[in-house]
C-alpha cells in the first residue's frame, strides 16, 4: 500500500504563486513515476505534470508549460509543483498520484491518489 498526502493549496491572486507538496510512503519500488493533476468543478481529472523517480525526466501539460515546475527530493519521498503566473483558470483541486512503472501522462494508468488540496486563484 502507499499512502499519498497533499499539501500547500490555497487562495492566492492572478499572477501570484504556491508549492503544492505530496509525501509517499508505505511500499515504494525503485521505479515509479509522481504526476500531479487536478479537476475543475464539471470537468474531468486532467494531467498537469509528471516526474520519474528514477530520471528526473518531466512532463507537461501544455497549458502549464513555462509556468509549473515539478521537482523531487528522493530523501523525503516528496514531490512538489512550483505554481507561478497563476490564472484563474488554474483554479482546481490538485490530485498527487503514483503509478508502478514507467513514465506516463494518462490519468487511467495512476493506481495511487491523494486526497487532494484545493487551489483557488482570485481575478
Known amino acids: 500500500q502507499v499512502q499519498l498526502v497533499e499539501s500547500g493549496g490555497g487562495l492566492v491572486q492572478a499572477g501570484g504563486s504556491l508549492r503544492l507538496s505530496c509525501a509517499a510512503s508505505g511500499r515504494t519500488a525503485s521505479t515509479y513515476a509522481m504526476g500531479w493533476f487536478r479537476q475543475a468543478p464539471g470537468n474531468e481529472r486532467e494531467f498537469v505534470a509528471s516526474i520519474s523517480w528514477s530520471t528526473g525526466t518531466t512532463y507537461y501539460a501544455d497549458s502549464v508549460k513555462g509556468r509549473f515546475t515539478i521537482s523531487r527530493d528522493n530523501a523525503k519521498n516528496t514531490v512538489y509543483l512550483q505554481m507561478n503566473s497563476l490564472k484563474p483558470e488554474d483554479t482546481a483541486v490538485y490530485y498527487c498520484?503514483?503509478?508502478?512503472?514507467?513514465?506516463?501522462?494518462?490519468?487511467?494508468?495512476?493506481?495511487?491518489w491523494g486526497q487532494g488540496t484545493q487551489v483557488t486563484v482570485s481575478s
Open positions: 498520484a503514483l503509478r508502478f512503472g514507467v513514465l506516463t501522462v494518462r490519468t487511467s494508468e495512476y493506481s495511487n
